[in-house]
């Protein structure tokens, strides 16, 4: 059973892994080495890349297409086999390519771990591989360093931990050996034990180690992301079934014609060939080409709007996402602490301004105010810059200005404030002659500074402690006692701002004669003049608000899964209103008391968890999935990655991510920017509403095949069409107008529709309909000029084939028109508004034509050339399916549209 290590005292960890602060023998190393292994992550069992690749041709649409250019090749086709056999190997290419980057996950997850390691052994301290380390090792941390494994800390003078990648915390939690910590405590509250990975940003510390390799935290995200499988997509489901019906119509269709065809006299090898001809017209071997292109195509356009795909079909998933799990720092907020509000003076002030840009005002009253104008306000300013070992460092960039920060984030956002104050050189003003180090136990951080003649002792901390300490009250430039009232209103003020999620300081300092009479106080920060008090945030980002509101108009759910604590999230999210009144915020303790079935009778209605850990995050996605939600998964640390790889679409910010959380997403987003999803939602959707239109444009051209044959034989007339001439109609028309339609721009109400549901059919809303009758008119219409031709000159059968062929073709390029509207006809889109899509068709037509008046060619393909009357017929003709059908809906619509005003 696993020890709950961070609820023992240090002492009697150091008594269950039977050891001392001299650390372990040699001996005993090595024993525990041949017991535990190495300090590593165990990857799975490998899969050769040869059975990557091979894995990549079991799909069934593949299998679909390897039978077609069987009889593609049976007939003669070279050509057309050869062009599937580089479909179905570039598929392949594609495929493998992805599945290996995917893999990488835990290969970045190494890289995280600490290279090397300062350890105490028998006594002596040396440097040795991470790898090499064992239960009960003692090492040696300090600040920079990387935490090579999990322990308990048994000394920790002033340690700060950066834990933000596993816990989700935005700011370095303080550490100390010697607190006690509830056993049933998350992660992120465990303020005894350090964790592999995570990084050190100030301090000293010992501690012991409790586990290595796959038993750490870290080792434990390695395991989830292994155990958690990658389901298909919604659109590979559809594309599978699809595959799957096509197939068996193909075998239908081919002994239907060939059965029909030989009982009404015709020879078995013509009718043989006949019906292999609409098996192959049955069969998209065009779908996964198009389908990729216009993915591609999509992706490109994703990228101009900072969004990288690392899997193509994960656009599309977007498109149908109900629910988007969202990391709090990082994602929704800028991973940068800004001081928002000032208590001074008993007065308060507001600061504008975000993250570490130095731009930004004091607010008072709603008016601007010069802070050094005001004597209390200067003051804290000058403390909050002065007591700092941040460094602000400015960056051009191509977007202008970027600043960051070198040090704690904390000491950075007083950095900030003392710019907008316009103090921007504390040294200039201020000696500093002494630091006494932040210290977890006294949770503050003084400096001895000289400015002239005067000596000064700079304090800042935590808003209880200091008041403790603070004798007088700095106001109107002068020191006054600091009576009970004021020490009320003090911690009144402090109150408000904890209620609004903020983050309290307080600022004092202390007068003193001269630096000896300072050093030789044995408790300098003692009888200290209170000044005031900050409170800082790390804010959302300007632009995720309106994203959040357009994912709503969408029908799609934000929600906030962190590990930062409740009441810091949920004033999050009630700010950018993600959480309404009756919403409800669970945090990692309650969901460990929940069972499976308690959590998905809550999860409809939870829009924040706070505390939770990487096992929650991957628990929330898992039951958010049981009740039929397509879910996309935001993040940037570590934690994040298992329900990253768990989503139904895992998305990665491309900036402050980690290796380990991209590789294991489907999504990157370059710019952090969480507006980008909703950039990416509008692809997706747009994708597949482009993926519909040309599986609506293929299968209705080949029910009108299909059609104007199966009647031609069952009513023993002579077979309209040459096998030859279907196969071109097929090329001319699944070729450059179908790739142009699977690029078709997307529909100006697509971001008001609601998100489709994910059981629905390739079929669903009537779709089949659209497609049986826009086929079955083209069947008729092309019967009926047949008919026609055959009346007018009996004899002239080769004018009676071209006739029909030119109707089925036009009227197929009539058609692509009507399939750019999802549900108005062709009559509600301009037939102008996709130019790729008009010159492809005249590219098409004009191969079409080639085969009718080039003398040669038009041998081949038993075509004659046709007159003004016949191509007015024709043209008639072919128009009727597309525009008497859409002069209906348009009819239809204005009666909905009159009875509904009545």
């Given at each position: 059973m696993?020890?709950?290590?961070h609820?023992l005292?240090?002492?009697?960890?150091?008594?269950?892994?039977?050891?001392?602060?001299d650390?372990?023998?040699?001996?005993?190393?090595?024993?525990?080495?041949e017991?535990?292994?190495?300090?590593q992550?165990?990857?799975g069992?490998?899969?050769?890349?040869?059975?990557?690749f091979l894995?990549?041709?079991?799909?069934?649409?593949?299998?679909?297409l390897?039978?077609?250019?069987?009889?593609?090749?049976?007939?003669g086709?070279?050509?057309?086999?050869?062009?599937?056999?580089?479909?179905?190997?570039l598929?392949?290419i594609?495929?493998?390519?992805?599945?290996?980057?995917?893999e990488?996950?835990l290969?970045?997850l190494?890289?995280?771990?600490?290279?090397?390691?300062?350890?105490?052994?028998?006594g002596?301290?040396?440097?040795?591989?991470?790898?090499d380390?064992?239960?009960?090792?003692i090492v040696?941390?300090?600040g920079g360093?990387k935490?090579?494994?999990?322990g308990?800390?048994?000394?920790?003078?002033?340690?700060?931990?950066?834990?933000?990648?596993?816990?989700?915390?935005?700011?370095?939690?303080?550490?100390?050996a010697?607190?006690?910590?509830?056993?049933?405590s998350?992660?992120g509250d465990?303020?005894?034990?350090?964790?592999?990975?995570?990084?050190?940003?100030?301090?000293?510390?010992?501690?012991?180690?409790?586990?290595?390799?796959?038993?750490?935290?870290?080792?434990?995200?390695?395991?989830?992301?292994?155990a958690s499988?990658?389901?298909?997509?919604p659109?590979?489901?559809?594309?599978?079934?699809?595959?799957?019906?096509?197939?068996?119509?193909?075998?239908?269709?081919?002994?239907?014609?060939?059965?029909?065809?030989?009982?009404h006299?015709?020879?078995?090898?013509?009718?043989f060939?006949?019906?292999?001809?609409?098996?192959?017209?049955?069969?998209?071997?065009?779908?996964?080409?198009?389908v990729?292109?216009a993915?591609?195509?999509?992706?490109?356009?994703?990228?101009?709007?900072?969004?990288i795909v690392?899997?193509l079909?994960?656009v599309?998933?977007?498109?149908?996402?109900?629910?988007?799990?969202?990391?709090?720092?990082?994602t929704?907020?800028q991973n940068?602490?800004?001081?928002?509000?000032?208590?001074?003076e008993?007065?308060?002030y507001n600061?504008?301004?975000?993250?570490?840009?130095?731009?930004?005002?004091?607010?008072y009253?709603?008016?601007?105010?010069?802070?050094?104008?005001?004597?209390?306000?200067?003051?804290?300013?000058?403390?909050?810059a002065?007591?700092?070992?941040?460094?602000?460092?400015s960056?051009?960039?191509?977007?202008?200005?970027?600043w960051?920060?070198?040090?704690?984030?904390?000491?950075?956002?007083?950095?900030?404030?003392a710019?907008?104050?316009?103090?921007?050189?504390?040294?200039?003003?201020?000696?500093?002659?002494?630091?006494?180090?932040?210290?977890?136990?006294?949770?503050l951080?003084?400096?001895?500074?000289?400015?002239?003649?005067?000596?000064?002792?700079?304090?800042?901390?935590a808003p209880d402690?200091?008041?403790?300490?603070?004798?007088?009250?700095?106001?109107?430039?002068?020191e006054?006692?600091?009576?009970?009232?004021?020490?009320?209103?003090?911690?009144?003020?402090?109150?408000?701002?904890?209620?609004?999620?903020?983050?309290?300081?307080?600022?004092?300092?202390?007068?003193?004669?001269?630096?000896?009479?300072?050093?030789?106080?044995?408790?300098?920060?003692?009888?200290v003049?209170f000044?005031?008090?900050?409170?800082?945030?790390?804010?959302?980002?300007?632009?995720?608000?309106?994203?959040?509101?357009?994912?709503r108009?969408?029908?799609?759910?934000?929600?906030?899964?962190?590990?930062?604590?409740?009441?810091?999230?949920?004033?999050?999210?009630r700010?950018?209103e993600i959480i309404?009144e009756?919403g409800?915020?669970?945090?990692?303790?309650?969901?460990?008391q929940?069972?499976?079935?308690?959590?998905?009778?809550?999860?409809?209605?939870?829009?924040?968890?706070?505390?939770?850990?990487?096992?929650?995050?991957?628990?929330?996605?898992?039951?958010?999935?049981g009740?039929?939600?397509?879910?996309?998964?935001?993040g940037?640390?570590?934690?994040d990655?298992?329900?990253?790889k768990?989503?139904?679409i895992?998305?990665a910010?491309g900036?402050?991510?980690?290796?380990?959380?991209?590789?294991a997403?489907?999504?990157?987003?370059?710019?952090?920017?969480?507006?980008?999803?909703?950039?990416a939602v509008?692809?997706?959707r747009?994708?597949?509403?482009?993926?519909?239109k040309?599986?609506?444009?293929?299968?209705?051209?080949?029910?009108g095949?299909?059609?104007?044959?199966?009647?031609?034989?069952?009513v023993?007339l002579?077979?309209p069409?040459?096998?030859?001439?279907?196969l071109?109609?097929?090329?001319?028309?699944?070729?450059l107008p179908?790739?142009?339609?699977?690029?078709?721009p997307?529909?100006k109400?697509?971001?008001?529709?609601?998100?489709?549901?994910?059981?629905e059919?390739?079929?669903?809303?009537?779709f089949s309909?659209?497609?049986?009758?826009r086929?079955?008119?083209i069947?008729?219409?092309?019967?009926?000029?047949?008919l026609?031709a055959?009346h007018?000159q009996p004899?002239?059968?080769?004018?009676?084939?071209?006739?029909?062929?030119?109707?089925?073709?036009?009227?197929?390029?009539?058609?692509?028109?009507?399939?750019?509207?999802?549900?108005?006809?062709?009559?509600r889109?301009?037939?102008?508004?996709?130019?790729?899509?008009?010159?492809?068709?005249?590219?098409?037509?004009?191969?079409?034509?080639?085969?009718?008046?080039v003398?040669?060619?038009?041998?081949?393909?038993?075509?004659?050339?046709?007159?003004?009357?016949?191509w007015?017929?024709?043209?008639?003709?072919?128009?009727?399916?597309?525009?008497?059908?859409?002069?209906?809906?348009?009819?239809?619509?204005?009666?909905k549209?009159k009875?509904a005003?009545?």
């Amino acid at each position: 059973m696993e020890k709950s290590w961070h609820s023992l005292p240090a002492s009697d960890c150091l008594n269950l892994l039977s050891t001392s602060e001299d650390g372990l023998t040699i001996e005993q190393v090595e024993e525990r080495r041949e017991k535990v292994g190495l300090n590593q992550l165990v990857e799975g069992q490998q899969v050769s890349l040869l059975t990557i690749f091979l894995n990549q041709f079991r799909d069934f649409m593949i299998i679909v297409l390897l039978a077609a250019t069987l009889i593609s090749g049976l007939l003669g086709e070279y050509m057309d086999a050869i062009t599937i056999v580089a479909i179905i190997i570039l598929n392949g290419i594609l495929g493998f390519i992805q599945e290996v980057k995917a893999e990488r996950s835990l290969a970045a997850l190494k890289e995280l771990t600490a290279p090397m390691a300062r350890v105490r052994r028998a006594g002596k301290i040396e440097t040795i591989p991470a790898k090499d380390l064992v239960p009960g090792d003692i090492v040696l941390l300090e600040g920079g360093d990387k935490v090579p494994a999990d322990g308990r800390i048994i000394k920790s003078p002033g340690l700060d931990v950066e834990e933000s990648s596993l816990t989700g915390e935005s700011v370095p939690v303080m550490k100390h050996a010697n607190k006690h910590v509830d056993e049933a405590s998350p992660i992120g509250d465990r303020i005894n034990m350090v964790y592999m990975g995570t990084l050190v940003t100030r301090g000293k510390a010992e501690f012991v180690v409790t586990e290595t390799g796959m038993s750490t935290e870290m080792g434990k995200i390695a395991g989830l992301m292994q155990a958690s499988e990658e389901s298909l997509t919604p659109l590979q489901r559809r594309l599978d079934q699809l595959g799957k019906l096509l197939v068996w119509v193909s075998l239908a269709i081919t002994a239907l014609v060939v059965v029909t065809g030989v009982l009404h006299g015709n020879g078995l090898y013509n009718m043989f060939l006949a019906g292999v001809s609409l098996a192959v017209a049955a069969i998209p071997e065009g779908l996964p080409a198009i389908v990729t292109i216009a993915l591609a195509l999509g992706v490109q356009r994703m990228i101009k709007r900072n969004a990288i795909v690392r899997k193509l079909p994960s656009v599309e998933t977007l498109g149908c996402a109900t629910v988007i799990c969202s990391d709090k720092t990082g994602t929704l907020t800028q991973n940068r602490m800004t001081v928002q509000r000032v208590w001074v003076e008993n007065e308060w002030y507001n600061v504008t301004g975000t993250g570490y840009d130095p731009t930004g005002e004091f607010i008072y009253e709603e008016r601007a105010v010069r802070a050094f104008r005001r004597e209390g306000l200067k003051r804290l300013v000058e403390i909050g810059a002065t007591c700092n070992n941040a460094i602000m460092k400015s960056v051009q960039t191509e977007q202008g200005e970027e600043w960051t920060c070198d040090g704690d984030p904390t000491e950075g956002a007083l950095l900030v404030m003392a710019k907008k104050a316009g103090f921007d050189d504390p040294e200039s003003v201020y000696h500093r002659v002494d630091e006494i180090p932040f210290d977890s136990d006294r949770k503050l951080m003084s400096v001895l500074v000289e400015e002239g003649e005067d000596v000064y002792l700079f304090v800042k901390g935590a808003p209880d402690v200091l008041l403790e300490r603070a004798t007088k009250l700095y106001i109107g430039g002068r020191e006054e006692a600091l009576s009970n009232t004021t020490k009320k209103q003090i911690v009144a003020a402090n109150q408000q701002m904890a209620g609004q999620a903020l983050r309290n300081i307080a600022f004092g300092y202390r007068k003193f004669r001269s630096i000896e009479s300072a050093k030789a106080e044995q408790d300098p920060e003692q009888n200290v003049v209170f000044v005031g008090l900050c409170g800082m945030i790390d804010p959302p980002r300007q632009e995720v608000y309106d994203a959040i509101q357009k994912c709503r108009t969408a029908g799609i759910r934000t929600v906030m899964i962190t590990g930062d604590h409740q009441t810091t999230a949920t004033a999050i999210a009630r700010q950018l209103e993600i959480i309404p009144e009756d919403g409800l915020v669970l945090t990692g303790r309650q969901l460990d008391q929940m069972s499976d079935e308690e959590l998905s009778a809550n999860v409809e209605d939870t829009y924040v968890y706070a505390r939770v850990s990487p096992e929650h995050k991957l628990r929330i996605v898992k039951a958010l999935q049981g009740r039929g939600e397509i879910v996309g998964m935001t993040g940037d640390g570590v934690n994040d990655a298992p329900a990253i790889k768990q989503a139904d679409i895992g998305i990665a910010m491309g900036q402050s991510g980690t290796d380990v959380a991209k590789e294991a997403s489907a999504l990157v987003l370059g710019d952090d920017n969480f507006a980008t999803i909703v950039a990416a939602v509008e692809e997706g959707r747009g994708i597949y509403d482009n993926i519909k239109k040309f599986i609506r444009y293929l299968l209705s051209s080949n029910v009108g095949e299909i059609v104007t044959m199966f009647v031609a034989m069952l009513v023993g007339l002579p077979l309209p069409l040459l096998p030859i001439q279907i196969l071109w109609v097929n090329l001319v028309t699944d070729g450059l107008p179908a790739i142009a339609l699977g690029v078709d721009p997307a529909e100006k109400d697509i971001m008001q529709r609601p998100p489709r549901d994910v059981n629905e059919g390739i079929f669903a809303k009537g779709f089949s309909v659209k497609i049986l009758s826009r086929g079955i008119l083209i069947g008729v219409v092309t019967l009926l000029v047949f008919l026609w031709a055959l009346h007018t000159q009996p004899q002239n059968l080769p004018r009676a084939h071209t006739l029909a062929y030119a109707t089925l073709t036009m009227a197929q390029f009539i058609l692509v028109f009507d399939c750019r509207s999802v549900d108005g006809g062709i009559l509600r889109r301009n037939i102008f508004g996709n130019m790729w899509l008009v010159l492809a068709v005249a590219a098409s037509l004009g191969l079409f034509l080639l085969t009718i008046y080039v003398p040669g060619i038009a041998t081949v393909f038993k075509t004659v050339p046709l007159h003004g009357m016949e191509w007015v017929i024709v043209l008639i003709a072919a128009a009727i399916p597309t525009f008497a059908l859409s002069i209906r809906r348009v009819g239809l619509s204005a009666m909905k549209t009159k009875v509904a005003t009545r």
